[in-house]
């Protein structure tokens, strides 16, 4: 509930948005009217309408006014959270293992570290009754003043891994959803065919001063995952 009145006001002008009561490319009320209608300072309105503007719902004009941004509906933004997305499936996490290994060029390149700094990698398996339908693979560089504690890496989601290391609030995330052919250690992880087709989300992780801090990848079997998106202008909630 919005508890502060410029966050009222937000709302309000939101609800009009989406309502039609203010149309795509009209002006809305000028500063003046609005302090009136809100019995609010020009300071409040001002905080308000920079709000409206950083949410996507209006644009200002230098000496005109602030008009009703036109919605993009082919823009969707997809909240992801491994955890999330396997709700009503899994009935078991198994931690498989967690390891310190030399890395090889591949981790040299995702993680943009040198041939002797050694990573941590994290080995998941979700399952769905007897079945496992997900395997999680993650890669963190070690560091030997962090300890890595099982019982609580078994249940955490990506950042939540990497929070033992870097504060939650600084990291930026890059997300890639693609499909794959089973091989390898996620085909026998998954006891799948060869060439099985999986659903594959690799996610890399930033701290604030862009460096890489982790990079994984989730292989789910396909049957047990879809990925849903709506139209974020209206400020729905995007589930995976």
């Known amino acids: 509930m919005a508890s502060t009145i410029y966050e ?7 609800q009009k948005i989406n309502k039609g009561i ?5 002006m809305i009320p000028s ?9 609010a300072s020009r300071i409040t309105i001002r905080k308000s309408l ?54 090889t060029g591949e981790l040299i390149r995702q993680l943009k570290i040198n041939k002797n ?15 496992p339908f997900a395997y ?3 890669y963190l560089p070690y560091d030997k003043c962090k300890p890595i504690v099982e019982e609580v890496i078994q249940y955490a989601t990506f950042p939540e891994l990497v929070s033992l290391s870097t504060p939650l609030f600084s990291l930026r995330k890059e997300l890639t959803i693609g499909a794959e052919n089973a091989q390898g250690e996620e085909q026998k992880a998954l006891k799948v065919e060869k060439g099985h087709s999986l659903l594959v989300v690799e996610q890399k992780l930033f701290s604030d001063e862009d460096k890489p ?3 994984g990848k989730i292989y789910y079997r396909g049957e047990y995952c879809h990925l849903r998106a709506v139209s974020s202008f209206n400020e729905r909630v995007v589930k995976a």
């Open 8 to 14: 009222r006001i937000v709302e309000d002008i939101r």
């Open 22 to 26: 203010y149309a795509p490319g009209e």
């Open 31 to 39: 500063e003046n009217s609005l302090c009136r209608e809100y019995g």
């Open 50 to 103: 920079a709000l409206l503007a950083e949410g996507g719902f209006i644009y200002s004009v230098p000496g005109k006014g602030s008009f009703v941004r036109k919605p993009n509906n082919d823009f969707h933004i997809l909240h992801f959270n491994e955890m999330d997305i396997i709700k009503g499936h899994v009935d078991k996490i198994v931690l498989l293992g967690v390891k310190i290994i030399v890395p």
């Open 117 to 131: 700094q050694k990573v941590v990698v994290i080995r998941r398996l979700f399952y769905s009754k007897k079945d």
């Open 136 to 138: 999680d693979v993650k």
């Open 213 to 215: 801090v982790g990079w």
